[in-house]
């Protein structure tokens, strides 16, 4: 849950380059920051906060050196402070690591290191590791060696990497986190993820687990835990650095949000065929039952994967991933999909190595190509959303949940009717665009003690995700409940001022019983707010209405979630909070 | 000092475009199946700008969620005016934005980048250069004389006839044009760019740059089958040529019993049914629909068009998201359309659809019909003249 990086071979801008590198890195962590540099000396800046505090330490400061390394930190181990900000070092200065991950024998090693003289100067696991390699280096191993030896040691999940005064190399290491490696034609970058040098060159290696990393200004090299060198595919990203800048929003979230009529033509692009009724993904599965496993709205999206397939008339459960992979239920033959934005997310991984484990197929729906989940997966399914910034996850899930339609889609073969309707959307969500008044509703219920959204079927996973995305960015009470359960204890809750959000679509048994539920509601002096499309009359008992146009059910629950992200964005907005970088959140959570 | 900042003025609705710019600025309206606004990015990029300030307003979502934080990698800065209050108003909104010298251009007309280049050369000897070109319809637009490679008159559309040259909204400037902003007067509230160029005309300090090439601009909607008509001339499109003046993007799908009679362009997404004939010029926007036996001529469908079996449609405008039912008829022909309190007598056209019409099924429309936004047109029914946005129209 943090951001590494790693410059070669810009000598006069290793800072800068590093210190971009962060920014870009951001969304994975932000408590606090910090940055190595090495000539013959060893040069360390870090800092509490956010990246700019780190900025205005190094101002003023000639902070240079031919090679550095960097990191922005979500805290695991330890509070945010500057002696928990990485990178850390050993007891002589000479060796600096940053580190993304959790050790998991970190005390045992802490204790052994503590014995043997060693003092400790922050709170975290990390700092075992540039302890260890001073060791090794002491007991007179070449520097590479060293680095291998104290990786050795270590349990658990990591992304590394190490400098060491007077020496011109970056080693690095992983497992279980992502690190990639950027090559340009004057140099070398390792980051946790490809923005952090997009600028800079398109080229890139993905490192696996258990692989190691050497590189120098002339050279990089890719090794197993036993020294052979690997030959490594070079790939080329095909997104370009551009896609990450705001275009004239006040925040990632809002461009995000606007992003989707694209972001869903992209997911569908030469899938699928009208006139042809046909629906091809290049995923060959055959599955009689399905289980998810996500987390935070990917899971949200799972679930509902879990109606389209029922609804197809094939068994399926979604299972939080954190669950599934101490909990596991038995696979029995079914298909384990796991949907994770980032490819990265550690718990999701978790789950489907567990489920890998007991034989069975596994297919990855995520966004993020050459991801850890692409790779370990049998099969994977890309979504195509482009890259995410803002930490609330607004495009990737509809695409996610566009990506699931398809897939249940080349199960039972689709029909022009449904192809029309996955190709309406585009369209139907840039008219909820066009149309909104969700900035109202935002201000008409500003203040209230807790906001509650209802839904059933399609529009109940929908509901825990409109909730999800509220809480997440305004700080404020939110929950989402399946319509029928509120008044199984739910409805205790609710106030005249809890206003509650239902969404209510088309004119069939659903629509009908969330209607009865909103009476329930409106019969306790809640203000009511009811998504539709006008096709039922739930707008007769609402205070607000949310109107999204006419459409397949399937892509209703899409539309009406745009509703509600638009809602929880200028809720947000309005309580001015720090919209795309969400106090305790990171994107892409590599920690379990 | 060589010019690599461009300032695009996009910020305005354009009104006489209604009903199509419900949704977006005239920016973004189609010029074939791209928005005008890319082609003067191109001509822009294509010139070396280096730099886009892009002076937004007018439903500035859609100029930003298209254009993203860059085109063609040139950085793209998007400054906002707030309420529209003329180009020169617009302009004053980017002057924190740009450095010494630079373009100014109307994002809403298409141009080439030679006009560009031209006043960015021009620029080297006088403070002030603007492109000029001949037009055979001068009166319509901004005209100028010149003499002596000096423009000595701008007079917006102007009564009498004998001016040949116009103004081809494509200007360099130093700083200098804030200040000469600053003391223009408005009129009635508004602070058109093209009065701020008139006072520095009457001082004789705007360089004259003849040039030539494509330059079409639409006033009204029906113009817009014009615009098309000469981009595609041009060949100004974005798609592979599949045979000689026929461009298909790779994600399309046409049906191998469909005909496509170039000039044609068919964008990313779209399909097109067997039996269905589209064009001569004819431009299909993204994920368009054109289904079996329909005919399509002449006309320009937008975005998320769907042409229902069986259809006929003759030099028809749609907007985005425009679903027309089996058998809708627009034959075409020449027609008196209403726009505001003018009538424009004999304009050729079948007839011009708002975003997210809806028209069910066996719909007519007589020559110049006008169906605004949203509308839904029952069964059967038989249209002219303007239907009004949001109505429902039955037998």
């Given amino acids: 849950m943090c951001g590494i990086v790693g410059c070669v071979g810009r000598r006069d801008e290793t800072l800068s380059t590093l210190v971009h590198g962060l920014s870009k890195l951001e969304y994975r962590g932000y408590d606090s920051a910090g940055v190595a540099l090495v000539d013959d000396d060893l040069d360390v800046v870090k800092r509490a906060g956010e990246l700019d505090d780190l900025r205005a330490a190094l101002d003023g400061r000639s902070v240079a050196g031919r090679v550095g390394i960097g990191h922005t930190r979500w805290s695991t181990h330890g509070p945010p402070t500057d002696a928990n900000a990485h990178p850390h070092r050993d007891c002589s200065e000479r060796v600096a690591v940053v580190h993304n991950g959790i050790i998991e024998n970190y005390e045992e090693l802490r204790a052994e290191l503590t014995e043997a003289g060693h003092e400790f100067r922050s709170d975290t696991d990390s700092e075992v590791v540039p302890h260890l390699v001073e060791d090794y280096l002491a007991a007179g191993e070449e520097t590479e060696a060293a680095f291998r030896r104290a990786v050795s040691r270590l349990e658990g999940s990591y992304a590394i990497a190490a400098v060491v005064a007077g020496d011109d190399r970056v080693f690095a290491a992983r497992e279980d986190s992502p690190l990639v490696l950027g090559l340009d034609d004057d140099a070398y970058y390792l980051a946790s993820d490809v923005p952090a040098f997009r600028e800079f060159t398109d080229r890139v290696v993905y490192l696996e687990d258990g692989e190691f990393a050497v590189v120098s200004a002339d050279e990089w090299r890719v090794t197993d835990a036993d020294g052979q060198v690997r030959d490594k595919a070079v790939d080329t990203v095909e997104w370009s650095p551009e896609e990450t800048g705001k275009s004239g929003y006040d925040h990632f979230m809002l461009k995000e949000i606007h992003e989707q009529p694209r972001s869903l033509r992209q997911c569908l692009r030469e899938r699928v065929s009208e006139l042809g009724g046909t629906v091809d993904l290049d995923v060959d599965v055959a599955p009689d039952g399905v289980q998810f496993v996500a987390c935070g709205t990917s899971y949200h999206a799972a679930f509902c994967g879990v109606s389209l397939f029922h609804e197809a008339g094939i068994p399926a459960q979604a299972f939080l991933a954190s669950e599934y992979a101490t909990s596991p239920p038995p696979v029995d033959g079914d298909l384990v999909v796991g949907v994770t934005q980032s490819g990265e997310t550690a718990d999701t991984l978790n789950a489907l190595r567990e489920a890998e484990r007991r034989g069975a197929e596994t297919l990855a729906v995520t966004n993020v190509v050459g991801s850890t989940v692409s790779r370990e997966c049998d099969q994977t399914l890309y979504i195509r959303a482009g890259p995410e910034i803002g930490v609330a996850a607004t495009k990737t899930f509809s695409s996610q949940v566009l990506a699931l339609a398809l897939l249940v889609l080349s199960q039972t073969g689709a029909s022009r009717q449904d192809v029309a309707a996955l190709r309406d959307l585009p369209g139907n969500v840039q008219q909820v665009l066009d149309e909104s008044n969700a900035e109202e509703i935002a201000q008409a219920y500003h203040g209230s003690d807790a906001y509650f959204f209802i839904g059933r079927g399609l529009h109940y996973p929908v509901s825990l995700e409109g909730a999800l995305k509220f809480k997440e960015i305004s700080y404020e009470h939110a929950e989402g409940f399946a319509a029928g359960e509120l008044k199984h204890g739910p409805l205790a809750l609710v106030t005249e001022n809890t206003p509650v959000f239902a969404a209510v679509t088309g004119d069939g048994e659903l629509a009908r019983k969330t209607i009865g539920n909103v009476k329930e509601v409106e019969a306790r002096g809640a203000p009511v707010v009811v998504v539709t499309d006008g096709r039922n009359d739930a707008a007769r008992y609402a205070d607000h209405v949310l109107e999204v146009p006419t459409s397949d059910e399937r892509t209703a629950a899409i539309l009406a979630n745009v509703q509600l992200q638009l809602v929880a964005y200028h809720a947000a907005d309005l309580l001015d909070r720090s919209i795309d970088k969400p106090r305790n959140l990171a994107k892409s959570v590599t920690v379990e | ?395």
């Fill in chain 2, 1 to 395: 000092m060589t010019i690599d900042t461009a300032v695009v003025l996009a910020a305005g609705e354009g009104n006489r475009l209604r009903p199509l710019t419900h949704n977006r600025p005239k920016p973004m309206l189609p010029a074939a199946n791209r928005p005008i606004l890319e082609y003067v990015l191109d001509a822009l990029v294509d010139a070396g700008v280096e730099c886009l300030c892009l002076v937004v307003g007018y439903k500035r979502d859609r100029v930003q969620d298209h254009f993203g934080p860059t085109y063609r990698g040139v950085p793209i800065d998007y400054v906002v005016q707030k309420k529209q209050l003329g180009s020169g108003h617009a302009l004053q909104q980017a002057a924190g934005a740009v450095d010494d010298s630079f373009v100014v251009v109307n994002g809403d007309r298409v141009i080439q980048a030679k006009m560009v280049s031209a006043v960015i050369d021009a620029h080297e000897d006088a403070p002030a250069a603007l492109a000029v070109l001949e037009h055979g319809n001068a009166q319509r637009y901004g005209a100028v004389d010149v003499e002596n490679g000096q423009i000595t008159a701008l007079v917006e559309k102007p009564d009498r006839r004998e001016f040949r040259l116009i103004n081809a909204g494509v200007y360099a400037f130093d700083r200098s044009i804030f200040e000469v902003l600053a003391r223009t007067e408005r009129i009635d509230g508004t602070l058109p760019l093209t009065a701020a160029v008139e006072s520095l005309v009457d001082e004789r300090k705007v360089q004259a740059v003849r040039t030539n090439g494509l330059w079409v601009d639409a006033t009204y909607p029906w113009d817009l089958l014009e615009v098309a008509r000469e981009v595609l001339r041009h060949g100004l499109v974005e798609a592979p040529e599949r045979d000689a003046d026929v461009w298909v993007a790779d994600s399309a799908r046409i049906d191998d019993d469909a005909t496509l009679q170039g000039p044609v362009v068919v964008g990313p997404d779209s399909e097109v049914a067997a039996g269905a004939v589209v064009g001569p010029n004819v431009a299909l926007g993204r994920n368009a629909t054109v289904g079996a036996n329909a005919t399509v001529e002449g006309s320009v469908l937008d975005t998320d068009a769907r042409v229902g079996a069986a259809s006929v449609l003759i030099d028809c405008v749609t907007g985005h998201d425009v679903h027309l039912g089996p058998a809708t008829v627009a034959p075409g022909g020449p027609a008196d359309v209403q726009v505001g309190d003018a009538i424009h007598r004999g304009e050729r056209l079948g007839a011009v659809f708002g975003d997210r019409v809806r028209a069910e099924g066996g719909v007519n429309c007589a020559p110049g019909a006008l169906v605004g936004t949203n509308a839904n047109l029952r069964t059967g029914v038989v249209v002219s003249g303007q239907v009004r946005a949001d109505s429902e129209v039955i037998r």
